[in-house]
């Protein structure tokens, strides 16, 4: 079993900048891909990056440019540098894994931005 815990989310005023991080733990390999989703309130849950461990990237369109997705591969880590924030990037934010191709997905972290 694999567990996936968040830190780093909090309160910021718009244009300002956060970094998350994502630590797996338990039964774990080293993962075939790390990243972030998030779900903002009423909607559905959506990609914001992923990495594999090739090192392809994958953003969203409205995070490229701002965001920035990162691993450590041999801590099983996972990071979010989040520059320029929007309120609208407001949300919960949720690490996902895939390890011996099962996902698995963290408690999320919460993320307010403030205009």
């Known amino acids: 079993q694999v567990q996936l815990v968040e830190s780093g989310g909090g309160l910021v005023q718009a244009g300002g900048s956060l970094r998350l991080r994502c630590d797996a733990s338990?039964?774990?390999?080293?993962?075939?891909?790390m990243g972030w989703y998030r779900q903002a309130p009423e909607k559905q849950r959506e990609l914001v990056a992923t990495?594999?461990?090739?090192?392809?990237?994958n953003y969203a369109d409205s995070v490229k440019g701002r965001f920035t997705v990162s691993r450590h591969d041999a801590k099983n880590t996972v990071y979010l540098q989040m520059d320029s924030l929007k309120p609208e990037d407001t949300a919960v934010y949720y690490c996902?894994?895939?390890?011996?191709?099962?996902?698995?997905w963290g408690q999320g972290t919460q993320v307010t931005v403030s205009s």
């Open positions: 990495v594999t461990n090739t090192g392809a990237l």
């Open positions: 996902t894994g895939n390890f011996n191709w099962r996902v698995y």
């Open positions: 338990g039964s774990v390999s080293r993962a075939l891909s």
